[in-house]
């Protein structure tokens, strides 16, 4: 397998392409706008600046990296040479499954159709397609040209030659896969996602303050991150869509998404994506400090 195609250029799209790129694979990363493609190669580009300056790259393997890289809007043109394609749009379902229809008719019959989806069924994605034997989850993790997981996910009817596959390639481009069975949120977002709502429920019931919890995670349990500032990183409506999903999925009220988190996605504060969230983030600052509305 040597032909990578990525659907979707945003935050994870970009940094899929990277990854792949890097270990030497020709990746043609889609997507419905020239700007947002062209942002996507700026990206990639500081991203390889940042490792030249680690001394972890040369300047002659970032112009290689990048010329492993194809742009493209036309859908059709760059799913019909792929053996594998990679949609990592937003965490839509309806989305995602037009997607997943569209490209099942565009791509090679042979090519794996795999989705970067952090917690909606493998299952129903591929009961769209007319191969869902050939349609796996390949979950990375952002941001992805730094953590070394992939959750892979097999639907129903994903074949054990897909896994295997799968499995390899992630070796191939660096990254550790662990398997998941296809339940709502899988394995990672299932353990995680509980943990920031109930970090978010014990805000909201005036347990602790935002730095009081989060320093309390980092020293005590030996966390990188405290659980809201991970929220905001992670975006606030991506671990609603998340919750919901589980919320759902396992009607149980255990999930029930914290109404902190519902008021704020609502009014558009999402994190670190939209400058405010548990945090404001200014552009340039690495200070990290507490949104007025939780001081």
């Avoid at 090519?111 to 397609?129: E, Q, Y």
């Avoid at 600052?285 to 507490?290: A, E, F, I, P, R």
Wanted: glycine share 8%.
């Amino acid at each position: 397998m040597t032909r990578i195609s990525v659907i979707g250029s945003g935050t994870m799209g970009n940094g899929i392409a990277h990854v792949f790129a890097q270990s030497g694979f020709k990746v043609t990363l889609m997507d419905i706008a020239k700007p947002q493609l062209d942002k996507a190669l700026q990206t990639i580009s500081k991203n390889l600046d940042r490792q030249i300056a680690k001394n972890a790259l040369t300047e002659e393997q970032k112009k290689e990296v990048l010329g492993n890289i194809t742009i493209t809007t036309d859908m059709a043109e760059g799913a019909k040479q792929a053996e594998l394609l990679v949609e990592a749009v937003t965490e839509n379902s309806e989305l995602k499954l037009k997607l997943f229809k569209q490209f099942d008719e565009l791509a090679p019959a042979g090519a794996i159709l795999a989705s970067n989806t952090s917690s909606i069924s493998i299952t129903r994605i591929a009961a769209v397609t007319k191969r869902p034997d050939r349609v796996i989850g390949m979950h990375f993790i952002n941001p992805v040209p730094v953590m070394k997981l992939v959750e892979v996910i097999n639907g129903y009817l994903t074949s054990d030659e897909v896994t295997k596959t799968i499995k390899e390639l992630a070796k191939k481009i660096g990254k550790i896969a662990c398997i998941s069975k296809d339940y709502p949120s899988f394995t990672l977002n299932r353990i995680l996602l509980p943990m920031l709502n109930e970090a978010m429920y014990t805000l909201q019931e005036g347990v602790a303050g935002v730095e009081d919890i989060d320093v309390t995670m980092k020293l005590g349990a030996a966390h990188p991150m405290g659980p809201l500032q991970l929220a905001d990183f992670i975006g606030l409506d991506t671990c609603l869509s998340i919750l919901n999903i589980m919320y759902t999925g396992f009607g149980n009220p255990k999930y029930a998404p914290c109404p902190i988190l519902v008021n704020m996605v609502a009014a558009g504060n999402l994190g670190v994506k939209s400058g405010e969230g548990f945090y404001v983030y200014t552009p340039g600052s690495k200070d990290l400090v507490v949104s007025s509305r939780f001081c």
